[in-house]
């Protein structure tokens, strides 16, 4: 019998939107973490920064020379007020007056601070302690800066990490802590009443280590794979980035803040590990954070969250060598010390590539034009990837749906190579965009015919 595609397409808009890529994307951003002695001068980092698309920084002190470094920038910037500061920020309200007047007002208002972030992950298992002092602490500092900065817009908010839910598989039965109710609620009004997001540092990579299997890492990967299906909100995500984010957002609705904005605060994969870190790879740490780069540019969101995309800072700019534990708590950096990058992540400005020690751009090769599948690829694996293909926004099946001009020969590998290429197009043209699980290959040869016109170098 003639063969039928299994997809079905929801045409929402026929409208695509594109982006420049030359330009900086307003919701990427990078970790600079400091735990290390071999980082370059601040003013080498701020000409890096600017040769690529990020926008945004998050420190987690308050380092006067990187500060003054992005002076005139634009790339805005968190600043952190450390764990330690938290008992005298939350017990007098002249402490955070003197460090908002040492860490803030001096670089006002030639440098962007965007927000100050009091603590970092204050509310994970472990020293109880500071639970009850943050929301205090937060409240002084956010006076002071009312006070003294009133025009600037900082906002003050706190980090968390995905360990203040209780749950978070599905993400339909996301939900915060019960020993935690208080406290949240508490700094959830807080953000509500000031406008100030709830940030969140959630990981795939460390998803996958507790659960590494082949499937686990594909959907990890942003890599075409079966998904999986909430029975609770009736949704399917495609990847694991996508699902911990609306496990938040289900947790953030059950706890009555439905509005709160959500932002990644850290989100990374570490490119090297030792020899029981499964999936610490340069490859999968290429794939993880450009795929992902490429998912936020596409401003596709997530299921509960669709058609715009959450402020992301990448953890992190460099590695950071005097780092305890695993190797791959060291490895992370998107860039070396000498700040030549690790791999390519998608965030060199078009036409440019970071490449050498003194942080001069350098021009960057064209990709080859079209995507298509592999001459040993079965039909099992082309009907995957068509199906994974035509569920991503901003791809367009119409073409080889009954009538289209794509339609012809309806064969699974003629309608898969058709999507596969469509969505190569719209993720950025990295190699790694075009590799379905190994059964796909770039080519010069434009592969259009007839009125099917496939979309690509010289199209």
Same mark, same amino acid.
């Given at each position: 019998?003639?063969?039928?595609?299994?997809?079905?397409?929801?045409?929402?808009?026929?409208?695509?939107?594109?982006?420049?890529?030359?330009?900086?994307?307003? &919701?990427?951003?990078?970790?600079?973490?400091?735990?290390?002695?071999?980082?370059?001068?601040?003013?080498?980092?701020?000409?890096?920064?600017?040769?690529?698309?990020?926008?945004?920084?998050?420190?987690?002190?308050?380092?006067?020379?990187?500060?003054?470094?992005?002076?005139?920038?634009?790339?805005?910037?968190?600043?952190?007020?450390?764990?330690?500061?938290?008992?005298?920020?939350?017990?007098?309200?002249? %402490?955070?007056?003197?460090?908002?007047?040492?860490?803030?007002?001096?670089?006002?208002?030639?440098?962007?601070?965007?927000?100050?972030?009091?603590?970092?992950?204050? !509310?994970?298992?472990?020293?109880? *302690?500071?639970?009850?002092?943050?929301?205090?602490?937060?409240?002084?500092?956010?006076?002071?800066?009312?006070?003294?900065?009133?025009?600037?817009?900082?906002?003050? *908010?706190?980090?968390?990490?995905?360990?203040?839910?209780?749950?978070?598989?599905?993400?339909?039965?996301? %939900?915060?802590?019960?020993? !935690?109710?208080?406290?949240?609620?508490?700094?959830?009004?807080?953000?509500?009443?000031?406008?100030?997001?709830?940030?969140?540092?959630?990981?795939?990579? &460390?998803?996958?280590?507790? $659960?590494?299997?082949?499937?686990?890492?594909?959907?990890?990967?942003?890599?075409?794979?079966?998904?999986?299906?909430?029975?609770?909100?009736?949704?399917?995500?495609?990847?694991?980035?996508?699902?911990?984010?609306?496990?938040?957002?289900?947790?953030?609705?059950?706890?009555?803040?439905?509005?709160?904005?959500?932002?990644?605060?850290?989100?990374?994969?570490?490119?090297?590990?030792?020899? $029981?870190?499964?999936?610490?790879?340069?490859?999968?740490?290429?794939? &993880?954070?450009?795929?992902?780069?490429?998912?936020?540019?596409?401003?596709?969101?997530?299921?509960?969250?669709?058609?715009?995309?959450? $402020?992301?800072?990448?953890?992190? !700019?460099?590695?950071?060598?005097?780092?305890?534990?695993?190797?791959?708590?060291?490895?992370?950096?998107?860039?070396?010390?000498?700040?030549?990058?690790?791999?390519?992540?998608?965030? %060199?400005?078009?036409?440019?590539?970071?490449?050498?020690?003194?942080?001069?751009?350098?021009?960057?090769?064209?990709?080859?034009?079209?995507?298509?599948?592999?001459?040993?690829?079965?039909?099992?694996?082309?009907?995957?990837?068509?199906?994974?293909?035509?569920?991503?926004?901003?791809?367009?099946?119409?073409?080889?749906?009954?009538?289209? %001009?794509?339609?012809?020969?309806?064969?699974?590998?003629?309608?898969?190579?058709?999507?596969?290429?469509?969505?190569?197009?719209?993720?950025?043209?990295?190699?790694?965009?075009?590799?379905?699980?190994?059964?796909?290959?770039?080519?010069? $040869?434009?592969?259009?015919?007839?009125?099917?016109?496939?979309?690509?170098?010289? *199209?």
């Amino acid at each position: 019998m003639p063969y039928r595609s299994r997809f079905f397409l929801l045409v929402i808009s026929p409208l695509i939107l594109t982006f420049p890529f030359a330009e900086s994307q307003s &919701f990427v951003g990078v970790n600079y973490g400091e735990v290390a002695d071999n980082l370059p001068p601040p003013e080498a980092t701020a000409r890096l920064l600017e040769s690529t698309t990020v926008s945004k920084i998050r420190l987690y002190g308050t380092d006067p020379p990187i500060l003054r470094a992005l002076a005139g920038t634009n790339i805005s910037v968190i600043i952190g007020a450390a764990d330690g500061d938290i008992p005298s920020l939350a017990s007098d309200p002249s %402490a955070a007056r003197r460090w908002v007047s040492a860490n803030v007002l001096p670089f006002l208002p030639a440098t962007a601070i965007s927000v100050v972030s009091v603590g970092n992950e204050v !509310l994970a298992p472990g020293d109880a *302690s500071l639970g009850p002092q943050l929301l205090p602490a937060m409240r002084n500092l956010h006076s002071a800066l009312s006070e003294a900065a009133p025009s600037a817009g900082i906002k003050v *908010s706190t980090v968390h990490s995905m360990a203040v839910l209780a749950s978070s598989e599905p993400p339909s039965a996301g %939900a915060f802590r019960a020993d !935690l109710t208080s406290t949240v609620a508490g700094v959830l009004g807080f953000l509500r009443e000031t406008g100030a997001p709830f940030m969140i540092n959630p990981y795939p990579y &460390f998803a996958y280590q507790s $659960d590494p299997r082949p499937e686990t890492l594909a959907f990890c990967l942003f890599r075409p794979n079966p998904g999986r299906f909430d029975s609770g909100s009736k949704l399917t995500y495609t990847n694991m980035f996508d699902a911990q984010l609306d496990a938040v957002k289900s947790a953030l609705t059950a706890a009555g803040f439905s509005e709160a904005e959500v932002v990644v605060a850290e989100t990374g994969w570490p490119y090297r590990g030792d020899q $029981d870190e499964a999936g610490a790879t340069v490859d999968n740490a290429k794939a &993880f954070n450009g795929n992902l780069v490429a998912h936020l540019r596409s401003m596709a969101g997530t299921p509960l969250m669709p058609g715009r995309s959450v $402020d992301t800072y990448i953890f992190a !700019l460099y590695d950071e060598d005097l780092k305890p534990g695993p190797t791959s708590e060291r490895s992370f950096g998107l860039f070396r010390a000498d700040l030549s990058p690790v791999y390519d992540a998608g965030i %060199a400005k078009t036409g440019t590539t970071q490449g050498n020690s003194t942080g001069t751009p350098a021009r960057k090769p064209a990709a080859a034009g079209w995507c298509v599948p592999k001459a040993e690829a079965t039909d099992e694996d082309l009907q995957a990837n068509l199906d994974y293909a035509c569920a991503q926004q901003g791809v367009d099946c119409r073409p080889i749906q009954e009538g289209g %001009a794509c339609y012809l020969p309806n064969t699974v590998r003629s309608h898969a190579a058709y999507a596969m290429n469509q969505l190569y197009q719209n993720t950025g043209r990295h190699g790694w965009d075009c590799d379905f699980r190994k059964t796909a290959v770039l080519t010069r $040869d434009n592969p259009s015919y007839a009125t099917c016109v496939y979309s690509g170098a010289g *199209s």
